[in-house]
């Protein structure tokens, strides 16, 4: 079983970066991760994943202005949030999956943090 803790959420003006960082409570050096976000409201959707070996997927909307990053000897996830804007204001969600590539992951889930963008 892995635990995940997210941080680093805050208020942010638009135009401004934020940067996530999801702890964990073992190794994820064999696990693909990603970053959700939840809108009052709305479905959790998935930002960007990063397989175990490095290889990422971002959802189109945060293409060139998020990063997804992680330093399995620290076991730790993170997403560079850049040029944020007010509809990114959501609920930020880290997620480990049981397999090690590129997927979706659903099988383990942080407790979410806030991100609020003000305009």
């Known amino acids: 079983q892995v635990q995940l803790v997210e941080s680093g959420g805050g208020l942010v003006e638009a135009g401004g970066s934020l940067r996530l960082s999801c702890a964990a409570s073992?190794?994820?050096?064999?696990?693909?991760m990603g970053w959700y976000r939840q809108s009052s409201g709305k479905e959790r959707d998935l930002l960007a994943s990063?397989?175990?070996?490095?290889?990422?997927y971002y959802r189109e909307s945060v293409k060139g202005r998020f990063i997804i990053s992680r330093d399995n000897a620290k076991n730790t996830l993170y997403l560079e949030m850049n040029s944020l804007k007010p509809e990114g204001t959501a609920v930020y969600y880290c997620?480990?999956?049981?397999?090690?590539?590129?997927?979706?992951?659903?099988?383990?889930w942080g407790q979410g943090t806030q991100v609020t963008v003000s305009s």
């Open positions: 990063i397989s175990s070996d490095g290889e990422t």
């Open positions: 997620a480990a999956s049981r397999e090690k590539g590129l997927v979706v992951p659903t099988d383990y």
């Open positions: 073992g190794s994820i050096s064999e696990n693909g």
